[in-house]
């Protein structure tokens, strides 16, 4: 088995089986893993990793194959880490039009990543964060992180990108309108896809509205927030869209008002799911190795907070504070 | 302030507004709460814990009110948590039919929760079990816990209760069809609602299909999942979908293949969300006391692994294991 040194030094000459076999070494909580990790830190910071989230039907995917293709006529080199089950960049979508991937699927500029929602237990923002380092640390240019805009996680995941897109379409429901407006507060750049279609006008200014009803503590305090409409299936829009995300990222570099803190924000959130992951960890050991206590909860002997009370003791040696 | 024994008397008598002040307690980790939830837990385990499932759009919270309906016209007390933003029950639609509700807000016999989604970190089922429990030790005979189907932690709140439905409608888009794949296989019961619209012997065949493709060791074993139709607004298939709940139960509590195995696992989840939420809480003092970590990530002179280790070290007195 190679060292930790050999390792990093593959990743950062851009080698993708050892980038592969390493997340999924991190996956798989394997020792070592993380003393790559380390190593590669220092050459990470890089890469601009941008969030695109958005309904199911917000045609998200089509957006994200639009702006690979718009980067990769530039020459820059695209990660996609895809933490969403219905996208056919992860794979998962039983009907969906997985083929339009496929273009990108043997361009060497172009690294796929596909990250399983259900099973994570609460990391998917670790494991997100530890592949986006990967990415950046093999040099590429952008690491797109597409989302399903639903679930608090996925949601979570994009609002620590450095610049997050979310993406919606004229005419949905009143109950997906509702959802919506969790996911606003997270965009830096909002975006109208399928804009040909009847009531994009609306949309766009329902949004308006919305932005100007946005609290003043929200996480991009004045920065200004475009809405850019795309009609991604025939490549609309696209130019404009990376045009104000790059517009968003140049803000944020230049030390505007707010980016410190969400520099700090992200660090703060990267260090704790580190710590909450190695903590799962062990909180599982420890449950497996006192099933006698789950047994006497389940036969309703004992209550599961005194349970909890016991096994917390057994991690951490005295009693937490409750 | 009242003692344990007092105000887990008050809750075990019904008490509205000590039940309420409780929930309060336990969402702000109160010192004394958890006092109460160990002296009402063997008072509880009585109530029929219904979690429902659904697509936004799928009207489940019409399918709910029926519910309540229903089991209020057999003089049930019925409890209900909402988990889901876009439920008219939690308040959350922003232009939702809020007031079909009303007609239980002044019913002594339904008792209406609402959990927010976002800012739980983690601890949704934490959070919703113990509502659970308390509806429980104050007699509720049901309780309905609602959730909206699509991000991870909602279906694993609806996974725990004891009979969960997953509420489905004909002709939704492609996209959304891959969401529901992902939470076909906690449904002990299906519901096809707005089945008067066309498309529905269509969606009633695909769901058949997938259910004979559903993976053995899913976690209802060999256990039939009926599917039945409902027009919720109109009052159509309640009963139906009643007794299929009821008959699910009852196999449950008879001892069936697998019920065991589900007692012992929502035994387990429970134990495992306890130790986590308090090991949560010392993870957040613990980066609060040591904000220079937190600051030197940021400003890239320290990997967040390392500092992921150093806090690790801080919290449980070792390293822990990697």
Known sequence: MP??????????????????RLMRDLDDARPGAVEVMKLLYPHTGRAWVLGITGNPGSGKSTVV?????HY???HKRVGVVAVDPTSP???GAILGDRIRMQRHATDDGVFIRS???RG???????????VVAVLDAMGFDLVLVETVGVGQDEIDVVAQAETAVVVTVPGLGDEIQAIKAGILEIADVLVVNKADR??????VRDLTTMLELRPADARTGAEPVEIIRTVATAGQGIGELAAACERHRARGRDGAAGSDDRRRRRAEAAVREHVLDAVRRTVDEALAARAELVDRVAARALDPYSAADELLTAITGARAPR
Do not use: M, N, W, Y
């Open 198 to 203: 009847e009531g994009a006008d609306r949309t």
């Open 115 to 117: 990250l399983a929602t």
């Open 89 to 91: 960049f992860s794979g």
């Open 120 to 130: 994570h237990l609460g990391g998917l923002s670790r494991s997100t964060s530890d």
């Open 72 to 74: 990769r006529k530039q």
């Open 3 to 20: 060292g930790a040194d050999e390792v990093a030094a593959a990743v950062r000459a851009g080698d993708v089986r050892a980038a592969a």
């Open 65 to 69: 194959d639009a702006l690979i293709a």
